[in-house]
Every structure is written in C-alpha cells, then in structure tokens.
C-alpha cells in the first residue's frame, strides 16, 4: 500500500514552527543549528491542543535568549496537506532593549492554516508541532556569524468529545475526506453487527499445513494419544501443538433483516469449516429465523487457527490438514460464532446499506504464474498485460450504517491466501486480515465519531476471501524506485520476517477497504432488493463439458510429472473424468461430497457463495457467466465469496489441472469439477434474475453428531500470578518489552472472550487500558514450565509515557480453577534516537541527505519503517567561500530524502535529523 510513500496521509498531521534570523540563507525555509555558547536560545511551545489554537488563532511560542538581540520567527506546516505550507507569515521578534531577554510570541495563523487544523481536529487527527528559535552572532574565534538554534516539540491533540485514541501500533488515521451527509431515502431494513472470540486453548493444532502432521513420525506418545486420548489436556494427537497468541481468531457478524427475513453475512478466522458447523450453528441460531438458503458463514482461511474441528464424516481434512476431531474444540468455535450471529440479532436497528469497490494491486501476486496460470486459453497473450491479469486486483465492500449514519460494519471481500505465517508458526493468529480487520472496524469508530455519530456498537470488519485459490500475499516492503533491488538501501520498510509481512499485507489492504467504503457513501439506500437462491450440489458423477465430476476425490500428487512436463501418459487411467492425474490418495468417503451453494443478491450486486478455493482464473469465469444472467441488475458487479458455508478443497481450471501443479492436484472430483461450478452459478443466476426454476437441489448431508466435550482437568500452577522476568524500566520506540510470570495450565488459562494481557498507560486518573493481547503487534507465549511470556513491539509513533502490564488469567492453584493475576512493574517508553543519516551530497544548488532507522529488534512483531521518510533534517552547510550555514532540509514529493537549496558547491558538515513522531539522530 505504500505505507511510507504516502505517509502525509497516514502519519499524524505534523506542524513545523521554524524561527530564523534575518539573516537566513536566501531561498531556505529556514537556517537552523544546534550549537554555539555565546547565544544559545530557548524555547517553548505554549499553546496545549488543536482547541486552543483554534479559539486563539494562533500559535504561543516562549522564546528566550541570554543577551539581547533579534529572531525572526516563520512557521511551518510539514503534513497538514501533502507537502511542506506555510502556515503564518514571518514575523520578528526584537529582544534587543537591555535587560529584556524573555518574550511570548503569539504568531497567527493563516486562513488555510485555520481551516487544515479545523479539519485535523473534526477527525480526531493529532498535530505534531516542533519549534525552533534560532540567533544569529559571532563567536569570538570566528569572523563569521553563526546560527545558534534550539528546538520544542510537542503535539497537539484534538481535545474534543468523542474522540478516541488510536490502538498502538497501527497507523494514525490519514487525512480524509469529510463525509458526505447521510442520506434521506426511506428505510425499510434494519441491521446489527457483533463480534466474538473462537480462539481455542494454547496446545490446539492448527488447520491448513500438512507439514505440522506428526503422522510420519510420530513421538512415543502420539499412537496412545490417537487411540486413547488418555491425557485429556493433550489437544493436539497427530499435528504439532499450538505454543501461544498472535492475535485473537474471532467470529464476526452481520446480520440483515429485510421484508421480514433475515440474512446473515458471517466471517470465522478459520482455515476452512466443515458444514457440520454450519449446521449446528443454524441450530443454535434457531430463535433468529436465520435460515440456511440465508446464512453465508465464510472461513478466511487463516493458516493459523483451529485445527481439530473437522467432524468424522471430514477425516481426509483432518488429517491432512488439520488433527483429528475433538469436540472440546469444535464446541469452542460453534459457540463463538452462534455468539457473533445472535450479537448481531440483538443490535438489530434501521440501517442503510451501499456497496463500494477499490482496485488493489500491490496486496498480492499470482503464486502459479509459470507452472499454471499461462496454460489458459484466455489470458492476455502480451506479457505485462498476462502478469497484470493474473491477479483479481477488485475489493468490494457492503457498507453498513444505522439510519443515523453511524458505522454499523463493512462486507468486505478480496482474493488474497492468508499465509504471511508458514508452516514453522505455532501462534494462533489471523494472519494478514487481522491487521485489516482492526484497522478497519477503528477506523470505522474513529470517523463515526469524529463527525458526531459514535457507532452504538464496535463495528466489524467481515472479512471473506474471493477467488484466492493460486493467489498469495505481498508483504514485501516497498522500495526506492531511484535505487536497485540489490542496493541494501533500496527498502524503505524494515521487514524481515511473517510479522512484517502480514502487518504490511494487512495495510494494504486495509487501505483498500477504506477506499471502497468511501465510494459507498454516495449510493447508500434503506430500500434494497434482497434475495437468495440455494441449492445443495452433489459431485456424483454429474457431467460437465462432457465429463463426470466424481463421485470418487483423488488427490493428485502434485508437482509430479514426466520429463516433457505432462502427468500420466494416459487419460483417466486413475479414475473417469480424472484426466491425467497422478493419483496420489483415492479416498472414497475421506471428505464430503455434497456441498451448498448460493447466490445472493445484495442491491446491485450478486454473490456467488462456493465452498471451495477457486483459482483466480476460474472464478473469473464464473463471474463473468452470472453476470451474464442479470439482466443488469447487479451493476456493482458479481463476486465470489470462497470457503463459505463448507470446504471442499480446491478448484482449478481444466487448463490448470493439466498442469499437475499444486491447485490442480487438489481439485479433488475432476478436470471439469470448475466447469461444473460454473453450470450450477449460472442456473441459480437464471433463477435469482430471470425468474427460472431453481436447479435440483441434492438432498442436504445428514448431520453429524459433535459429540460430548469432556471438559479438561487443569494440572496444578500453585505458583501462578508470581513474576518470572520483570519489565526493563526503560523502554524506547522501535523496542519490545517483555514481561514473563507463571500462569496456569493452558487447557483454562488465557481464556477465552476476555482480556488476557492488558498494556495500561498512566494517564490522569491513573493507569488506563490502551489495548490486549488481540493486538497485531505482540505476541503471548507459552513454555511447558507453564510460564507465560508477553512481547510488545513498540512502533515509530506509539505515544510516549509510562506503561505497564497486567494480567488477568485462570489457573489451578491446588484447590480447582480460580481466577490470578500479575502486573509489572511499570516501564517508561522514550523516543527513539537511533536515526542515523547514510547518503549526503549536494548537486544542482541542492543537498540532499538520506537518512534511515536503526535499533531494530532481533524478532520485530510489526513492519516498522527503514527510511525515514517525515519531519525534517537541519543541515550545517559549509560554502564556496568558506562561511558556515545551518538549513533545514525538508522531504522531497516521494519522500524519499531530504532536501535543500544550497549554493553550488557546497558541502554538508554535519546532520541532525527529526521524524514526524519526535525521534531523533541523537
């Protein structure tokens, strides 16, 4: 998303205050230099918040200087806009009456000046200010005058109710645009929106990568435990046990009622979900009405959540993927979600809803480029037009507001794998939507607030993934386009591991669903057309383009091929319609063969729900079938929710499926499994749009038994709530505090739908929470000593102050499961000094310095900057005639350096450079 390219929108709003001699270099902003004992000035910023400089219209500055003399004084607005603007008028100050060596100078503030910090303060945007005061005299030794300069930063914050902080660690909200206001058109739906918690206990197994089986080497216990269970503590059996929390996996919910039926658009941070769940969800959602033709429950497929859900009936999946079943936990995520769906029951009240699109192009890349997406027939032949297509770079959104124009929530959905996190991570999280989904539902409260209409409830971000099946995410950081890709300092973010990576992936795309629910707002009706066709889709051996699709899944061994690139020589010698598969595992009755599909019309857009992991290009035929059946009536468009309702592996395009790649191999009933998908949208289409009969339905899959959860016997902590390894007393940004104390047995402690670790900041009234473990920039682990370790990652602008941790856990400390809890000691954060400038020269009248982050973490939880890329650097510059001057250097339109006009010839002595957020070279 190019974070740092466009970080005028997305840092803090930065006001430079810079006072200069009359005497300042002709042509600069300004001449500044820390330095000199003769006349050293100080200075203050005076003025408390944005609401006090705007009733004042001014800026307070206290100057004071040892001697006499004369400051001329001009102010400086770095990032109210996207560059560097005047925001006053100079003005000097005269300090030269004998004995008068103090002054407070109120500096007014320019009408474009007054409006911009009106509008910081309308949304709830900080301003950063930092002055300077500078003198110029001459030093004894010296013939020539210097600049003596002293600098005060603080920022301004809105002050006004309503306002709420942001979390840490993700980016302060941008500039925007004011909203426009809500519309007056008659409403005849209501809605509502909730969210829970379905992570499982520490120990769970996680679903999605087969190398965390254990099944090919399995330790000494592993047989016992698989036939057995005689450990009830144990939940992991045949895949590696989870060891601690990313963040929170949750559950999140919107429901819709219109014409007096209700509908559920429904998101679970799951790898995949067997329809089991989906039915017993509609079970206990039952009170609702929610029905199952109106429930689109979709997996985002995270490869870091639950693993043991998959029912007998789903045993290909779990073994493969996922560890065998146990209900404890399957009763875990049932309940969460039915907790989200009826949530959002309650919230129920009249809404408006609109649909919003974005296009999204630096989020994710085609990971089967070579080997299987340009084996199809209708791609672009011109290679950048090819690679250009290879991805779905379409977001869409459903916006979701109250009547009163309060966000509610947002429908998003965009093809993208969520696997920033490989097969080594063993931490529950939500991969890269996690970032988005808190960036978006803060954002979402932040403006509802700012423009005086707080949201009733937390809004909720439903993420649902599109056509993702080859599709995988770009968390590379961005780069320098005027430097190599081999140049060590061609990135600009420091990202180095998964925790980079998905914070950066989950930006991006958390840019893009802002975007699209901005274009929204324009069309936001209370009136929409609402409507659904379902139907249960059996993969019997039903033709398709000529072929059977099933009734036997074959997984194919992937990658496998003869010497001219082909699998088999032959055609379907494993099975009929299974083509030239290689046959890796038959397995008749391993996974599911019947599956529910919908089509849901939303408005003006059609959603195609498919329980399985399309290719990009497949979905793109689909798509372009239904939207070929409606008549016109979906003009935002058809999309694809995958992994909805069920999960039925992968499904590739019959081209693809030759390829005998990855994709292929698991779309498991056939080469023409695809175009069967593709005949079943189109008849629901027909029948949605053009008022045809509903395809035969297949008979819906018996339901399976969840079994009875045997709750856990937590194994005694007595020493739980004591402190292992207390917290450093003084941590500075860019940094991690850690904080290590026994808890209890996993099987109880961190539990679940409640704050587990809590960071708390000292405000007035004391310590308050500012965010938990579910944050995206920590990380809670757990050791078999049953310690507990929190890290927090600091970024660049988390505010400064003193911290603390608590914790607020269960455990068994001898006498049954109670409630503990620790806290530590508190911690101070600081700045961060450790900018160091790497690259200085000055050509065509102008210098130029780069300058860049340093201080990082051995593991960084976060994607933390590399170049600096705001604030200013203040330059001692020595000349052609051999005078010394000081200029502040300001970033360039790209920010990719500093930059200021000096004479020709000229050499720079010296740097001191300061970000937007108040972090220094020193």
């Known amino acids: ?95 030269d009456r004998l004995g008068v060596t103090t002054r407070i100078a109120s500096i007014p503030l320019t009408r474009s000046a007054l409006v911009e910090l009106a509008a910081a303060r309308a949304t709830c945007r900080s301003v950063r200010i930092a002055a300077f005061a500078s003198v110029r005299a001459t030093r004894r030794r010296h013939k020539q005058p210097r600049t003596h300069i002293r600098r005060n930063s ?35 739906i209501r809605a509502g929106a909730a969210n829970a918690d379905i992570t499982p206990p520490v120990g769970t197994p996680m679903f999605a990568f087969t190398a965390r089986s254990n099944v090919f080497g399995p330790s000494l216990d592993r047989p016992m435990q698989i036939l057995a269970d005689p450990d009830t503590n144990l939940y992991a059996k045949t895949f590696e046990p989870s060891q601690g929390i990313h963040t929170r996996v949750r559950a999140r919910a919107i429901v819709i009622e219109s014409g007096g039926k209700k509908y559920a658009l429904v998101q679970a941070d799951l790898g995949g979900l067997p329809y089991a769940l989906t039915q017993e969800v509609l079970k206990r959602v039952a009170s609702t009405a929610i029905t199952g033709d109106r429930l689109l429950l979709s997996a985002t497929h995270t490869h870091s959540s639950s693993g043991a859900i998959w029912s007998v009936d789903n045993s290909g999946y779990a073994y493969v993927g996922g560890d065998a079943y146990d209900p404890r936990v399957f009763e875990q995520v049932a309940s969460g979600i039915t907790e989200a769906i009826l949530g959002a029951n309650a919230n129920l009240t009249p809404a408006r809803i609109g649909v919003g699109t974005s296009e999204l192009r630096t989020a994710s890349n085609n990971r089967r ?35 009163d124009g309060s966000p509610i929530g947002v429908w998003s959905n965009f093809a993208v794998h969520p696997t920033s996190f490989g097969a080594r991570n ?110 249960f889709m059996a993969l019997d051996g039903t033709k398709a383009d000529g072929e059977p699709v099933g009734p036997v899944p074959i997984l194919g061994a992937g990658g496998v091929t003869l010497p001219d690139g082909t699998c088999l020589p032959a055609d379907n010698p494993a099975f009929p319609g299974q083509g030239t598969k290689f046959p890796a595992v038959i397995g008749p009755g391993a996974v599911p063969n019947t599956h529910p599909v919908s089509l849901m019309r939303i408005g003006p857009l059609a959603v195609i729900a498919f329980p399985s992991e399309l290719t990009k290009q497949m979905g793109k035929r689909i798509r372009a079938v239904v939207a070929g059946q409606t008549g016109g009536a979906a003009p935002a468009g058809t999309i694809i929710a995958g992994l909805t309702n069920s999960y039925n592996s992968y499904v590739a395009t019959p081209e693809e499926y030759a390829a005998c790649a990855y994709e292929g191999s698991f779309t498991l009933w056939g080469r023409e499994q695809g175009p069967r998908y593709r005949d079943l949208a189109k008849a629901l289409a027909q029948s949605l749009y053009g008022g045809a009969p509903p395809p035969t339905s297949a008979a819906e899959p018996p339901e399976v038994s969840p079994g009875t959860p045997q709750p856990p016997t937590a194994k005694p902590t007595p020493l739980a709530g004591t402190v292992v390894t207390d917290v450093v007393p003084k941590v500075t940004r860019f940094g991690q505090a850690v904080f290590k104390w026994n808890g209890g047995d996993p099987s109880v402690d961190a539990p679940r739908d409640k704050a587990f670790v809590t960071l708390e900041r000292q405000g007035a009234h004391g310590f308050e929470p500012v965010a938990t473990e579910d944050s995206v920039v920590d990380v809670t682990e757990h050791a078999r000593d049953q310690t507990w370790t929190e890290t927090w990652q600091f970024t660049e602008c988390d505010p400064l102050g003193t911290y603390r941790f608590t914790v607020h856990g269960m455990a068994n400390k001898g006498s049954g499961v109670g409630p503990y809890s620790a806290t530590s000691k508190p911690f101070d954060l600081g700045k961060s000094t450790n900018i160091s400038a790497y690259s200085k020269s000055v050509s065509d009248g102008r210098a130029h310095v780069r300058a860049e982050y340093g201080g990082f973490p051995m593991r960084p939880l976060a994607d933390l900057p590399l170049r600096v890329r705001t604030g200013f650097a203040v330059l001692t510059v020595k000349k052609p005639d051999g005078s010394v001057d000081d200029v502040v250097a300001l970033p360039d339109p790209a920010g990719l350096e500093f930059t200021a006009r000096v004479p020709d010839g000229s050499a720079i002595q010296s740097i001191s450079v300061e970000d937007s957020c108040g972090n220094t070279s020193g």
């Not at 050293?40 to 910023?45: E, F, L, Q, R």
């Not at 006499?68 to 003005?91: E, F, S």
């Not at 480029?369 to 977001?395: C, G, M, W, Y």
Request: aromatic share 4%; glycine share 6%; proline share 11%.
């Open 154 to 188: 603080r920022t301004l914050r809105p002050h006004r109710k309503g306002c709420r902080p942001q979390p840490p660690g993700l980016p302060p909200p941008g500039v925007g645009k004011p909203p426009p206001p809500p519309p007056t058109n008659k409403i005849t």
């Open 1 to 95: 998303m190019a974070r740092r390219i466009e970080m005028a929108a997305r840092r803090a709003v930065v006001a430079t205050v810079v006072a200069t001699t009359v005497l300042a270099v002709a042509g600069d902003h300004a001449s500044a230099r820390v330095g000199g004992r003769n006349q050293t000035p100080g200075i203050k910023i005076l003025t408390k918040d944005e609401s006090a400089a705007l009733a004042r219209k001014r800026i307070d500055i206290r100057v004071r200087v040892r001697r006499p003399d004369r400051v001329r004084i001009t102010v400086l607005a770095l990032n109210l806009g996207t560059r560097p603007a005047y925001v006053t008028r100079a003005r000097t100050l005269n300090l």
């Open 369 to 403: 480029f070579e080997s299987q997406f340009v084996h199809n027939t209708d791609i672009p032949k011109d290679p950048a037009a090819r690679r250009a297509d290879s991805i779905d770079p379409r977001l869409t959104v459903i916006r979701v507001d109250a009547a």
């Open 426 to 535: 063993l931490l529950f999280s939500a991969d890269h939507p996690a970032t988005t989904e808190r960036f978006v539902e803060a954002e979402l409260a932040r403006e509802g607030s700012a423009r005086g209409t707080p949201p009733a409830h937390p809004p909720v971000d439903v993420w649902t993934n599109a056509n993702e099946g080859d599709i995988s995410p770009n968390g590379d950081p961005p780069t320098d386009p005027t430097l190599s890709s081999n140049d060590p300092h061609s990135a600009l973010d420091y990202i180095v591991n998964s925790f980079g990576g998905a914070n950066e992936t989950g930006r991006r795309v958390a840019d893009g669903v802002l975007s699209a629910w901005r274009d929204a707002a324009p069309a936001m009706t209370g009136s929409p057309k609402i409507d659904v066709r379902h139907t």
